[in-house]
């Protein structure tokens, strides 16, 4: 099969399109003929060798935690799903063929591949995050980089349970961030006053790790109601800095409920052959994302956006 890795730390160019084995689902786990994987920015963050609380990587390594595909093995003790179905989840070395889940959900009718394998770690992130944070219904949350992934799903998963939202994004994404009903506003100079304008700050989020964690503290009166899963600088300031994740399966089990009933959606804003991984990092690593970016892995005599 075919499979993306890196045998140095570095930039993207460390990333190659390998040939490998494919791997087997032991117990608790399945395998799935991937047909899209996401694209998160710890993905980058792991190939750079940034120290980020996780185990440490052993190189060569793979890519990737997220996919979306058909489960063509299925380990020991698993019950409740069987091969040939659509699943969408989390595991590990994910932009490859084929690609071994430690935690899945069957994918919601209607949904493509594509648009499925965006969501498995963006949705635990956004659960996390919410509850970190400790904010409350009829109290108003900031989010700081509001419109890619993970800040997607925050202001969706927060207006469901009666939060107010205010997000920061670039011009172009600011009424993308309205129509997640939220109150919206740009980066750049005087963008505390704007946000002051715009109500109370309860608690913040840093999703884009942009240096403002001493403004956000400003803004909260408390340290303790900020959290960022992007700046690595957090406990300089008495920031949490989140990067371990929860309950997978639970978050899978909740994001499938809200996409069934038309309460978060997540745009994919730009796919990629699995060959081009180096530009979907690229980009990512750029920001100014709206939704989600995604790899697409070919069927052999198919095409990958299916629906179940």
Not at 15 to 37: E, F, K, N, Q, S
Not at 41 to 50: A, H, L, S, T
Request: glycine residues 16%.
């Amino acid at each position: 099969m075919k499979k993306v890795s890196f045998a140095a730390f570095g930039g993207p160019g460390v990333l190659r399109l390998i040939d490998a084995d494919r791997p087997h689902a032991g117990p608790g786990r399945i395998r799935v003929r991937v047909r899209a994987a996401g694209v998160n920015p710890v993905d980058w963050r792991i190939r750079e060798g940034q120290v980020l609380g996780a185990q440490p990587v052993e190189l060569p390594s793979g890519v990737g935690l997220d996919a979306a595909g058909v489960v063509d093995e299925v380990g020991e003790g698993v019950e409740g799903v069987a091969v040939g179905d659509h699943v969408f989840g989390e595991g590990s070395d994910t932009y490859a063929e084929f690609a071994v889940l430690s935690a899945w959900a069957r994918m919601p009718e209607g949904l493509t591949f594509e648009e499925a394998a965006g969501y498995p770690s963006v949705v635990e992130t956004a659960l996390r995050v919410i509850r970190e944070v400790g904010v409350l219904p009829g109290q108003t949350l900031l989010v700081n980089g509001a419109s890619g992934g993970v800040g997607s799903a925050v202001l969706q998963i927060a207006r469901v349970r009666g939060i107010a939202v205010i997000g920061t994004a670039g011009a172009a994404n600011q009424e993308y961030l309205r129509g997640l009903g939220a109150l919206a506003t740009t980066y750049g100079e005087g963008w505390v006053e704007r946000v002051r304008q715009l109500g109370r700050v309860d608690a913040a989020l840093d999703l884009a790790g942009s240096g403002v964690l001493g403004e956000l503290v400003e803004l909260t009166g408390d340290p303790g109601k900020v959290v960022t899963i992007a700046d690595l600088g957090a406990p300089e300031f008495g920031v949490r800095f989140s990067g371990v994740a929860g309950s997978v399966p639970d978050a899978l089990a909740e994001a499938a409920a809200l996409i069934s009933r038309g309460r978060l959606h997540i745009p994919v804003e730009k796919s990629y052959p699995l060959a081009e991984a180096a530009a979907a990092h690229i980009d990512s690593r750029a920001g100014h994302t709206r939704g989600r970016r995604v790899l697409i892995v070919r069927p052999r005599g198919g095409s990958s956006g299916s629906r179940p």
